[in-house]
């Protein structure tokens, strides 16, 4: 009671169906070309129009190539499902960033960086990673395609009320230790399903001081938490990360905004159904050995006697063995994870001065555009290209590889990406899951290597 | 595809592993379709378990096991995790099941999987582990799903258990309804309420 969950949540309920679901109004609704052309199919057989069209804003992110965006996609299947997208938002009246625009990306970057999503909204997409926009302070989760199509007809969803969860993490992280990795250790304690049927509300001094950046990855990996969102409360950080950004209120609205986005905060007095602090110190660089993520470990540990059979065959591992000084054959730093500035800040610090290593196929993917830009505009690009790497376009690329970049079978993948599922990034390719630094100095060295002892 | 519940009686397909994610349900490179072909879905549901690498039939996947069919799937715990893709409901349904069992549902996928009428049934993890040992010792075994009872029966040993829905959505499923014709009705309200926060 009195949480930040619930004013949100509550602000936005326009009716409560008896013995059922509530009736959520939605405020921003992003569709991607892989959850969408069934919905528009749908509204099309029941001859019905978008109700607020003003609110849902598209683009292609997953099937979009990361090289040759100017020439047309070389697979018709990928190209028919971005065409669609594209007509869909003619046909319905809907805002539409295509590829080559240079407000294309992935989703959940874009979303943020062009002040689309704000403090106090309620944001959904047909994608789960969705969770990542409650970084901005905002109840934001995944939804499925029919979903998808409740909001295009009336704005609004229907959805069981969930549960709140407070996890504060307290202290102060370590050299190398990011908010990824953060993420990656709250999920080897709880598990991915430690969080299914709650909203968590990320807390905490740790958590406080991270920049933007890393809560938009911690609040991304919410979903691989079991959560259906994880939020952090708006603060100056996030005011002053909001303020001037293109579609972010202006003059006396942007006055009457911050009043506003000042208030969200979960009261002195909030009840939460379960609360998990965590110390910061506990936290190292993290790497992932199995085939979800939850199944990780400090990067110098060893792989947990109790790992089941399954995944230890699929990803040709032993139970006890280390995973330092393991030969890899592919990094990839991109996606709706570590996609974002900061995240090539990062991998470009190690990569200074260094060589990518011989054995090391690596792919760097902006998350969007502008992501792009800021790398060429700071000179990243230079440091990157000195050291042997190759910026490409912007997309979710290999983080579910349905565009070309796949990991062949059998390879391994340090991937700063957020799931290490069977078959994720390409049928038989083995991910382990990193943070930008333990990709970078991966890459470097061409096995798995703690990234602090090239800091 | 909508249509209506009552009481479905059935054998089942035992899948006793646990955080069965849909990329495992569906993978990716299957979601480039731009229609709702549930026959499709169907045909690549736990593609890459179905079919080794060389496109042959794995025989050791119960999906390819004569001994196991029928309207049910019955799944370890934490089943639908990662991807919010309706595609794994798409692949379920076109498959043929009309009931998915298991101990612990993720969030998105068990709505995704009420939206295409399939019920999703949350049993606790002791009648879980009797419905596996059942189908064991004889893949014959049937169970008995009664929505407007809440209940599951396995049919050999009477043992019974309930299940929750809510009311709400026990009636849509009976009654053949989905939440957009619900909310095509709400117009009103909704502009209502949007002039009450301007």
């Not at chain 1, 708006?234 to 950004?245: A, I, Q």
Request: net charge negative; with cysteine; proline share 5%.
């Amino acid at each position: 009671m009195n949480t930040l969950f619930d004013k949100i949540w509550d602000a936005h309920v326009v009716n409560q169906i008896e013995d059922g679901p509530v009736q959520l109004y939605i405020d921003r609704l992003y569709c991607h070309e892989v959850t969408s052309p069934q919905a528009f199919d749908s509204m099309r057989a029941r001859g019905i129009k978008c109700f607020r069209p003003e609110k849902i804003f598209c683009m292609p992110d997953h099937n979009t190539p990361t090289r040759n965006q100017d020439k047309p996609i070389e697979e018709p299947i990928s190209k028919k499902q971005v065409d669609t997208l594209e007509a869909n938002a003619k046909e319905f009246g809907l805002t539409h960033f295509g590829m080559m625009n240079d407000h294309n990306g992935v989703i959940h970057v874009v979303g943020p960086e062009r002040g689309l999503s704000l403090p106090g909204m309620t944001i959904v997409c047909g994608d789960s990673h969705t969770s990542t926009h409650g970084a901005m302070g905002a109840v934001a989760f995944g939804i499925g395609t029919s979903e998808v199509e409740m909001v295009l007809a009336s704005q609004c969803i229907l959805q069981q009320k969930p549960k709140s969860m407070r996890i504060s993490v307290e202290g102060k992280l370590g050299k190398g230790v990011t908010a990824k990795d953060v993420a990656l250790y709250i999920m080897k304690e709880i598990t991915t399903s430690g969080a299914t049927g709650y909203f968590i509300e990320y807390s905490g001094s740790a958590i406080k001081s991270m920049s933007m950046e890393g809560r938009l990855t911690l609040c991304n990996l919410s979903i691989e938490m079991g959560a259906r969102g994880g939020f952090i409360a708006p603060d100056e950080t996030t005011f002053e990360y909001v303020k001037g950004r293109e579609y972010a209120p202006k003059g006396e609205d942007w006055d009457r905004a911050l009043a506003y986005w000042k208030t969200l905060k979960s009261g002195e007095d909030a009840v939460f159904d379960k609360e998990i602090v965590f110390k910061a110190e506990d936290i190292e660089p993290m790497i992932t050995y199995g085939t979800n993520p939850g199944m990780g470990m400090g990067i110098n540990s060893a792989i947990p006697m109790d790992t089941p059979e399954k995944s230890l065959n699929y990803m040709d591992f032993k139970a006890g063995e280390k995973l330092t000084g393991k030969k890899i054959d592919y990094v990839f730093l991109g996606a709706c994870t570590n996609g974002r500035i900061e995240d090539f800040r990062a991998f470009a610090s190690i990569a200074k001065g260094r060589h990518k290593a011989e054995n090391v196929i690596a792919w760097l993917v902006p998350g969007s555009w502008m992501v792009y830009n800021q790398i060429k505009s700071e000179g990243l690009d230079k440091v990157l290209e000195e050291a042997g790497f190759e910026i490409r376009q912007p997309g979710c690329s290999a983080c579910l590889a349905m565009n070309e970049d796949k990991i062949p079978s059998g390879k391994y993948s340090v991937s700063t990406s957020n799931r290490n599922f069977e078959g994720r990034q390409g049928p038989g390719s083995r991910t382990l899951l990193a943070s930008p630094l333990t990709a970078a100095a991966a890459a470097v060295t061409g096995v798995i290597t703690d990234p602090r002892t090239l800091l | 595809m909508k249509q209506k519940f009552d009481i479905i009686q059935s054998t089942c397909v035992p899948l006793p592993f646990e955080n069965i994610d849909t990329d495992q349900i569906i993978p990716a490179r299957f979601l480039k379709a731009t229609t709702n072909d549930q026959a499709f879905f169907g045909e690549n549901l736990f593609r890459d378990w179905r079919y080794r690498p060389d496109g042959s039939k794995n025989e050791d996947f119960v999906l390819n096991n004569p001994k196991f069919s029928g309207e049910i799937l019955v799944a370890g715990k934490n089943f639908g995790s990662g991807s919010s893709r309706e595609h794994a409901a798409w692949a379920i349904a076109g498959y043929g099941f009309r009931v998915v069992i298991s101990s612990f549902f993720a969030d998105i996928h068990k709505n995704n999987e009420l939206n295409n009428f399939v019920l999703p049934v949350e049993v606790s993890p002791a009648f879980l582990q009797s419905i596996f040992d059942e189908i064991a010792k004889d893949p014959k075994t049937e169970l008995k799903v009664d929505v407007p009872a809440q209940s599951v029966t396995i049919l050999s040993t009477g043992k019974s258990e309930k299940f929750q829905i809510n009311g709400y959505k026990k009636y849509c499923l009976m009654n053949a309804m989905d939440d957009i014709d619900y909310l095509l009705g709400q117009k009103s309200k909704i502009e209502a309420w949007e002039s009450s926060k301007r």
